[in-house]
């Protein structure tokens, strides 16, 4: 057929192709007898290529020693321009060899016979000079790779460039790429054939021509090479067969895609998509070899793997998994098995596209619901070959795991990456969010995913994972799968519970989670700590131990809730046996804050909580017990707190305009003087300021009494379990310890009145109250301002002989009500409630510490029913017992029997002088108090 074809230039005559013929087969000039030079050679082939094409393999082949000497020439010239020293580079170039010479001329030439050849007869020349082209750049890539200074085949834009450079490969590129744009209008098969089939023999070295023809003819090249290496995987395999060394051409199409995915993966996607789906119509052998075809494609190129995976995903339809399923029902059950596992082993490589594959997996592997659309709907066996694949996924993934080299840390080898977890690292909150929605199967799988994952990762994957679902479960089932998870991965991490709470702790401080989070994860917490069985709990509880203080903060957090979950918290782990006494001092600060705090906002579990947890604190040392009750005292009795037991907030002293800020400079001015005269006959009282009249009242209750009697009785039994003595099995007692009390009423006495002494035991003559005015004023401010005062003495009173650390507040308060008893003008007592009330509990106190006799202790039942002067009269029967027979700890005597101390009233002299004044009152009053003259007999 070429022989046939037009002769692009005249025919010569008979004896001078002769002579042409022989010039060519001996290389020289059959005239003078010598030897033709390389380019007068050259171009004797040419002419006869022209005038005879049947010698065309011949002349090709002589042309192939043109073109290896030209680019030999060149890369010769090039290595000695660059072994040239810096100062020489501009010097002249040394001319090329005279074997050489001309021959950048000759494939000029070369270039132009051989595309007028194509334009002939572009069906018979185009695939002849195409493949001729392309394997001779094939063997001047392959021959020249290993030269000294050349690029790395890897450095695939330098090889281009130095390739492009030379005048003999571009000419040889420019050759196939016309042959190329000739016939891909018509059948390119053959010039992409060529191309594939010299890149599986010069590959990578050919890498650099497919990458430029590519660019340059995506779209064909890109249909071609898959279409061609389509034919060739039918010819060279059956579908059951997948090795790819029986399929010559596979590699070179992975290659050839690899190279163009990074600028053209767009449409590597759309043409490998349009295959897929066009494989699922009914059709011949090549299109049922498809699916087989694309899956060892993908299996062999991790990047096409990549590019493919998510636009595949996205057009898997339940249209499109129904045509599936019938096209996979027709395989034998070997192929079938063989492309599952290959589908397997292609999901555990996915990166890019993995949680979207797993996604995909997972709704279509979920059991049918009720409430699904019907158009939505997938068949069953489609549904079961997904369920099917999604287990096969999670053994495949399992073996990886557990199976790679150094994957227990036994080994230095670098353990093998596993694609498919490396790309879910970065959604492990998604996968415990998932999880936590407890659908069928679904969690389960899911579980044992983020196990596999926390396992294949560093450590932290697994205390981040358990630290999540510690934040997000709502319900004892999915706290269950945190159980569940830290069962499986302790084996494997060491340290986990201590691990996963020192994140939690470093979350919450740094702000990382909201208040309903925090909240949750303290609540799960506590609740993982006060679960008996598993070790889990008991981790949790130590490492929970070491964070005391941290958790101690947020018992000062502005949400409440975060703070009654903290202290639930701090109340389950266990305290270690010794706690640093600044960090056990926060505790309690911060302990007794919230106690106050939860009984504002009338919170009964965060007071029971709170008191839960002051208890433990108190236990823990004397020093500890001391805090506390010293914080629980100094708290009740805070101008802020007393509303809470029935209490007043003092008022400012004097007036205020408008938003105008205290200041210490204005108060000192409406004293009227900055020297302080307390004790002294020059103490000044202030009733009010001149010009703004008297003092404003204090503010009312802001609580009802049935709130205020609740909050009493609280804090009374908090401080009765703090100052409770141990029994004899190591239980409490129902005895105040005495240290105890006596820690309390020296407290007590401190916040009442900081300015006095425990010393003051006994009580001077009652002049002596004179010098004290002020004092006493500053008592009987407190009582007036806290009546929760009157409850603590009757608490003190019962661990004898406590009440006698009280003396001053007793003394002070008791000469006030002389005072005002003396200056009362009324007609009875009860005109004077507060004061009538104040002296009843203050005498039945006094006589529940044993500090008076009973005698004297029942005289508080007669004083509603007396004068003024009357109970003033018995008031100061009172003060001349106590002051001859003073309140001091030696008078009691320890009752080892009964285990609590007593005064034996009977060895301290007659008390009956101290009765006469109590006679006299009664024989004044014998009408209404006869009755009573009983309990007044000693």
């Not at 090549?286 to 993908?298: D, G």
């Not at 196990?451 to 560093?458: N, V």
């Not at 007609?827 to 009330?837: A, F, I, N, T, Y």
């Amino acid at each position: 057929m070429l022989s046939s074809q037009p002769q692009p230039l005249p025919q010569l005559s008979p004896l001078e192709l002769s002579l042409q013929i022989k010039s060519f087969l001996s290389g020289t000039d059959p005239q003078h007898g010598h030897k033709l030079s390389p380019r007068d050679h050259a171009r004797c082939s040419l002419l006869l290529l022209q005038c005879l094409p049947p010698a065309r393999h011949a002349v090709l082949e002589h042309l192939r020693t043109v073109f290896h000497d030209s680019v030999s020439s060149f890369l010769s010239e090039r290595d000695s321009q660059d072994a040239l020293p810096p100062s020489s580079s501009s010097q002249r170039r040394p001319p090329p060899p005279p074997s050489t010479q001309g021959l950048d001329e000759v494939t000029l030439e070369v270039q132009r016979v051989l595309e007028e050849f194509i334009k002939l007869n572009p069906r018979a020349w185009a695939p002849l000079i195409s493949a001729w082209s392309i394997e001779l750049m094939g063997q001047l890539s392959s021959k020249h790779a290993g030269r000294q200074g050349m690029p790395h085949s890897a450095s695939l834009n330098e090889l281009l460039q130095l390739w492009m450079s030379c005048g003999a490969t571009r000419v040889l590129m420019d050759i196939y790429t016309h042959c190329l744009s000739t016939m891909i209008g018509s059948c390119p098969d053959a010039c992409v054939d060529a191309l594939l089939d010299t890149s599986v023999q010069h590959s990578p070295h050919f890498d650099w021509v497919v990458a430029h023809i590519g660019n340059s003819f995506p779209s064909t090249i890109i249909s071609r090479v898959l279409s061609c290496g389509l034919k060739d995987f039918c010819a060279h395999s059956s579908p059951t067969d997948t090795a790819d060394k029986r399929v010559p051409k596979l590699g070179s199409v992975v290659g050839i895609l690899g190279h163009l995915s990074s600028r053209h993966g767009q449409s590597i996607r759309q043409e490998i998509l349009r295959m897929f789906h066009e494989s699922l119509r009914p059709g011949s052998k090549q299109q049922r070899a498809t699916l087989p075809y694309l899956l060892q494609l993908a299996a062999l190129s991790p990047s096409l793997l990549g590019t493919v995976c998510q636009d595949l995903v996205d057009s898997l339809k339940p249209a499109t998994l129904s045509q599936l399923q019938q096209h996979c029902s027709t395989l034998p059950r070997e192929e079938l098995d063989n492309m599952l596992n290959l589908s397997v082993h292609l999901a555990c490589q996915t990166s890019a596209g993995a949680p979207r594959l797993l996604r995909f997996l997972l709704d279509t592997a979920m059991p049918a619901s009720v409430i699904t659309t019907p158009g939505l709907a997938v068949h069953d066996s489609v549904r079961e070959a997904c369920d099917r694949i999604v287990r096969l996924l999670l053994l495949s993934l399992q073996k990886q795991v557990y199976g790679r080299p150094g994957s227990r840390g036994t080994s230095e080898v670098q353990p093998r990456a596993v694609p498919f977890l490396e790309a879910m690292r970065g959604h492990l909150p998604e996968l415990c969010a998932e999880m936590l929605r407890l659908e069928r199967k679904r969690h389960l799988w899911i579980h044992q995913l983020i196990g596999l994952l926390c396992i294949y990762s560093s450590p932290p994957c697994s205390s981040e994972a358990l630290c999540i679902l510690l934040t997000l479960a709502q319900s004892s089932e999915e706290l269950g799968l945190a159980v569940q998870l830290h069962a499986v991965l302790s084996s494997s991490v060491q340290g986990l519970a201590q691990a996963a709470v020192t994140r939690s702790v470093a979350q919450i401080h740094a702000g990382a989670l909201t208040d309903k989070c925090a909240l949750q994860l303290l609540q799960n917490l506590a609740l993982v700590v006060q679960c008996e069985e598993g070790s889990m709990g008991r981790e949790v509880g130590m490492a929970l131990s070491e964070y005391l203080s941290d958790f101690g903060q947020l018992l000062l957090h502005s949400e409440p809730g975060v703070c009654e979950a903290a202290c639930i918290l701090l109340c389950s782990c266990p305290l270690p046996t010794s706690i640093p006494p600044s960090q056990l001092h926060i505790l309690i600060r911060s302990s007794s804050h919230f106690l106050f705090r939860s009984m504002h906002i009338r919170s009964s579990s965060g007071v029971s909580s709170a008191s839960r947890l002051l208890l433990r604190l108190c236990r823990v040392s004397s020093a500890g017990r001391k805090a506390v009750l010293n914080q629980l005292v100094e708290g009740a009795l805070h101008e802020g707190n007393a509303g809470l037991f029935g209490g007043n907030r003092p008022s400012s002293t004097g007036p205020r305009l408008g938003n105008d800020t205290a200041s210490l400079l204005e108060s000192n001015s409406h004293l009227g003087s900055a020297v302080d005269f307390s004790g002294s006959v020059w103490s000044v009282f202030h009733a009010g300021v001149i010009g703004a009249g008297l003092k404003p009242e204090e503010n009312s209750k802001q609580l009802g009494e049935e709130e205020c009697t609740e909050n009493t009785q609280s804090l009374l039994s908090l401080l009765c379990h703090c100052c409770a003595r141990k029994g004899e099995d190591g239980g409490q007692s129902t005895t105040l310890d005495p240290e105890a009390a006596k820690t309390l009423a020296v407290t007590l006495t401190e916040n009442a009145c900081p300015d006095v002494t425990n010393s003051e035991l006994a009580w001077p003559p009652e002049d002596h109250a004179r010098t004290t005015v002020q004092r006493d004023l500053l008592i009987y401010k407190c009582f007036c301002q806290n009546p929760l005062l009157f409850q603590l003495l009757h608490l003190i009173a019962q661990g004898r002989p406590a009440l006698c650390y009280c003396s001053v507040l007793l003394r002070g308060l008791l000469a006030v009500l002389l005072a005002y008893w003396e200056a009362s003008r009324h007609q009875d007592s009860v005109s004077s409630s507060w004061h009538l009330k104040a002296s009843c509990e203050l005498v039945s106190c006094m006589g529940e510490g044993q500090l008076l006799p009973p005698a004297l202790t029942n005289m508080h039942e007669m004083f509603s029913l007396l004068a003024p002067f009357e109970v003033r009269l018995l008031l100061l029967s009172v003060w001349d017992f106590i002051q001859e027979n003073g309140p001091f700890p030696q008078r009691f005597v320890f009752q080892s029997g009964r285990g609590i101390f007593t005064r034996d009233f009977s060895r301290e002299g007659d008390p009956a002088k101290y009765m006469s004044i109590v006679h006299s009152v009664l024989h004044r009053n014998v009408d209404r108090l006869g009755l009573l003259s009983g309990r007044f007999q000693l």
